[in-house]
């Protein structure tokens, strides 16, 4: 294990953002993934362990000019307890209430769940249905830059994000959905509560009569990252969901997703569970 | 040796200052440097709730939870409900309702049951369930532990 030498708790993201200039720091939020990680030698500390649960401003769910703001400590307690979430963001809000237990809820934190960019995580999946941003702030020389990038551009593999290691991840940030859109959030486990999903879908749409237009579907632990997944999303736009589209959509699924095996289910297992949940996911819809 | 940090916070309503190791849990902090024992280590990685403690009025998983970050903070384990008249109610609960049977599980569960009942005082079946989802017992088949969770409000 790295000795760590030194011990930080910035009080503001400025100072954070100073701190982490200094090359090999690790930073800790509400520790769940962190703590059993670095026990099992999955994650080893920097030099410097950076304690960043002082920080007021990295804290609660803001209303923007566009939509809303979620600053990286709010946990996913705060999530499930925001009236705002509940109704603006149910896809949101079902993650949350679905996520582990309540004592780790209490302590998880949303920007920990980003940053640490698990294929399984469970709040990537409905913050790429709602075309989330993630906000980065670094202090290169001095003044402090900001960085705002697309979760998509933010996911680059399992446990891997375009996160610089000089950066906080300050927030996440998303638009109001259009009017008349809904959304889902589905996970299997294998047990109701404390499970690792197996496959999670998140799917959101703006019902047009018989139709869905604006759809948006993303799926998690079906490929090295959470994925939008935009051969079935082709499949549903503009469709009415009849038995024909929920079947092409289905079938468009296999040229979206890439699953592996692991301890929690077979390549094999994982494909047909997305087909299954995807298909009872959209009959669900057909029929609401 | 990795750093060592001073700390002070309030531990069962007494302020206390310890210094502690900034890689260690909060668990072994309780257990190991500070001899209250009442808190249970069972898997040391937030499956099974024997560690559950209550930090700032929320319970959490001490295992996962840094020593350092208890720091500035109002944190309350098992020992620190011995005068609670909730923990006292749960606790006369549990056993008039058979709820305890090797006991490893229950003060988890009485810290946790303590939080579902503040948070939400006249609980039902369901959401008792719902609060206790993360944690194990593996003697009692929970049958009992929600019963007497649910019957705390009148005991006593
Ligand atoms: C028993 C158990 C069950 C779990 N169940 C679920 C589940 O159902 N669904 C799910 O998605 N996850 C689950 N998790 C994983 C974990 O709880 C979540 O990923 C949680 O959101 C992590 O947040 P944290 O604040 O605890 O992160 P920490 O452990 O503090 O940090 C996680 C990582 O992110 C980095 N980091 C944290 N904050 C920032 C920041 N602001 N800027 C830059 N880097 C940062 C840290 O350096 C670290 O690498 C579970 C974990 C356990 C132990
Ligand atoms: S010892 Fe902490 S949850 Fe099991
Ligand atoms: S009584 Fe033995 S583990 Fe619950």
């Keep these: ?288 | 040796m990795s750093a060592t940090v001073d700390i002070a916070f309030t531990l069962n309503g007494v302020e206390t200052s310890i210094r502690v190791p900034v890689t260690m849990s909060a668990l072994e902090m309780m257990r190991d440097a500070l001899g209250l024992t009442g808190t249970k280590y069972g898997c040391g990685e937030g499956e099974c709730g024997a560690c559950t403690i209550l930090v700032d009025g929320a319970t959490v998983n001490s295992c996962l939870l840094f020593a350092v970050d208890c720091d500035g903070r109002d944190v309350v384990t098992i020992e620190g409900l011995a005068a609670n008249p909730l923990g006292e109610r749960l606790r006369a609960s549990f056993v008039e309702h058979g709820a305890v049977q090797c006991g490893f599980c229950t003060p988890g569960f009485v810290m946790q049951s303590h939080h579902v009942l503040t948070k939400s005082p006249h609980a039902d079946a369901e959401e008792v369930r719902r609060g206790v989802e993360g944690n194990l017992c593996r003697c009692t088949g929970y049958k009992k532990i929600v019963e007497a969770i649910s019957a705390a409000e009148r005991v006593g």
């Design chain 1, 1 to 288: 294990m790295t000795r760590v030498e030194r011990y930080l708790v910035p009080r503001t993201i400025a100072e954070a953002a100073g701190g982490l200039r200094d090359g090999n720091v690790t930073i800790f939020a509400g520790g769940t993934d962190l703590m059993p990680q670095s026990k099992s030698g999955k994650a080893k500390f920097g030099t410097c362990l950076m304690n960043i649960r002082r920080i007021g401003e990295l804290r609660g769910i803001k209303r923007t000019a566009s939509g809303f703001s979620i600053g990286a400590l709010t946990t996913i307690t705060d999530l499930r307890d925001s009236p705002e979430i509940k109704v603006g963001f149910p896809a949101l809000w079902r993650a949350s209430d679905h996520f582990a237990s309540d004592q780790i809820r209490n302590a998880a934190t949303i920007g920990g769940n980003l940053a640490n960019a698990s294929p399984a995580g469970d709040t990537l999946v409905p913050l790429l249905v709602f075309d989330a941003r993630v906000v980065l702030v670094s202090r290169p020389n001095g003044a402090l830059q900001t960085r705002t990038i697309p979760m998509t551009e933010f996911l680059v593999g399992p446990g891997k994000t375009s996160r610089r290691p000089d950066e906080l991840l300050t927030a996440v940030e998303m638009d109001a959905p259009p009017p008349g859109f809904t959304s889902r959030f589905f996970k299997f486990g294998t047990r109701p509560a404390l499970d690792i999903s197996t496959i999670s879908i998140g799917l959101g749409a703006v019902r047009d009569g018989e139709k869905l237009r604006n759809v948006r579907v993303a799926i998690g632990a079906a490929a090295p990252t959470p994925i939008r997944a935009p051969h079935v999303e082709e499949a549903l736009e503009g469709k009415v969901v009849d038995g024909a589209t929920i079947a092409a959509a289905v079938s468009a699924a296999d040229c979206d997703i890439r699953p592996i095996s692991d301890l929690r289910a077979s390549e094999w297992y994982r494909h047909e569970l997305v087909h299954n949940m995807l298909e009872r996911m959209l009959s669900d819809v057909g029929h609401g």
